[in-house]
């Protein structure tokens, strides 16, 4: 008997701190999920992409140049297949040739002249962080020649300079947009399951009402009433609003939800009972409860807004040039005749997707770690 306690005693339980916080143990939990911090790091890198666009990008996504050139490849080899190094890129050259078929001149890569890739290289001039004038660019030519990793457009603009630039407009989109609806949303939400009686019936009306519009058509409906003499300006402001307004219902009747429960609890009870004040109670007992729910809700929100104002982008409701978003540069592939014969254009897809699953995957790994159950 004496062995068995001896032994018991001398097993180590988990060093666990008593003054661990809650944020410290949502943190911890996060990080034993894979695909939760795959999506932190994505979403980090994304934020950082948007933030530093100029600087990523090598080149003005304005400037235009030869029409739908195609992507220009990094190669680390010459003419003969001989290695080299620094790596470069062949430009595109003419062979001097007629196609037998169409007599066009026959396009090749020009080894005689290559572009040699350098790190923070001189360029088009841009402000960093919109306060900082400089000319240094992250990748590029040494020479100061443009290259075009993803080829170019239409107009001969630089696609992968326009999908960095294009970052800022859709993720701002997205997180002003969200954060609208999430002001709303929790308010109205936590006012209708706090409140109850009346003023919950009928916000829970107006709710149902919103959520009954057919948002697709009430989209296109809303977006023709914009003169097109507007700015810019003034057009995504008017999207962000009319996306704002169509989006706050759900998010709304999730945290009633969530209030319906709370109000029930000791804690809520007793407040009331000793006087507290029904603003008191709202901010300082409910809502940050139902946070928990609102910032999961928050993660899984945003790749919805991207995905809807991608599309509206590419009808042409979202943002008008010469601002750059990827639903606006996905225009471009309208017909099938383009895509066939210029794939590249489809570029800004797997950012989209990207960004998707980025948020998605936070947000399923920010859900398990904040309700463990």
Do not use: C
Request: hydrophobic share 50%; charged share 15%; no cysteine.
């Amino acid at each position: 008997m004496t062995n068995i306690l001896e032994t018991v005693d001398t097993v180590k339980e988990p060093e666990v701190s008593k003054n661990e916080t809650y944020l410290a143990l949502v943190w911890r939990r996060l990080k034993r999920s894979l695909s939760g911090m795959i999506g932190l790091y994505l979403v980090i890198f994304l934020l950082l992409v948007a933030v530093f666009a100029d600087f990523l990008s090598p080149a003005d996504p304005r400037v235009t140049g030869q029409a739908y050139l195609p992507p220009q490849a990094i190669s680390v080899t010459d003419q003969d297949g001989n290695f080299v190094f620094p790596p470069r890129v062949y430009p595109q050259g003419d062979t001097g040739e007629l196609d037998p078929i169409t007599f066009q001149p026959i396009v090749g890569l020009d080894y005689d002249n290559p572009q040699i890739i350098g790190l923070f290289v001189k360029g088009s001039t841009h402000k960093l962080l919109g306060l900082i004038p400089t000319d240094r660019h992250l990748i590029g030519a040494t020479d100061g020649t443009v290259i075009n990793f993803l080829g170019t457009d239409k107009l001969g603009r630089d696609v992968l300079s326009r999908i960095l630039y294009g970052s800022r407009i859709s993720l701002m989109i997205a997180l002003v947009v969200v954060s609208i609806i999430t002001v709303i949303g929790t308010s109205v939400g936590m006012i209708s399951g706090y409140m109850g009686g009346a003023i919950d019936t009928w916000l829970q009306r107006f709710v149902e009402l919103v959520l009954a519009f057919p948002q697709l058509p009430l989209y296109l409906a809303l977006a023709t009433l914009i003169p097109v003499t507007a700015s810019t300006k003034l057009f995504l402001g008017f999207v962000i609003i009319v996306m704002s307004a169509l989006g706050w219902a759900q998010m709304s009747r999730e945290v009633r939800g969530k209030t319906l429960g709370l109000v029930k609890m000791d804690y809520v009870r007793a407040a009331v009972a000793v006087g507290a004040t029904d603003k008191r109670i709202i901010f300082r007992h409910i809502l940050p409860n139902v946070m928990s729910h609102v910032i999961v809700a928050v993660t899984l929100a945003i790749p919805t807004v991207v995905l809807l104002e991608a599309f509206l982008g590419f009808l042409g409701f979202a943002v008008k040039p010469p601002m750059i978003s990827w639903g606006l540069m996905l225009r471009d592939t309208s017909n099938y005749s383009v895509i066939g014969e210029y794939p590249w254009l489809m570029s800004p897809v797997a950012f989209v997707l990207l960004t998707v699953f980025a948020f998605n995957a936070f947000g399923d790994g920010l859900r398990d770690a904040i309700d463990p159950y």
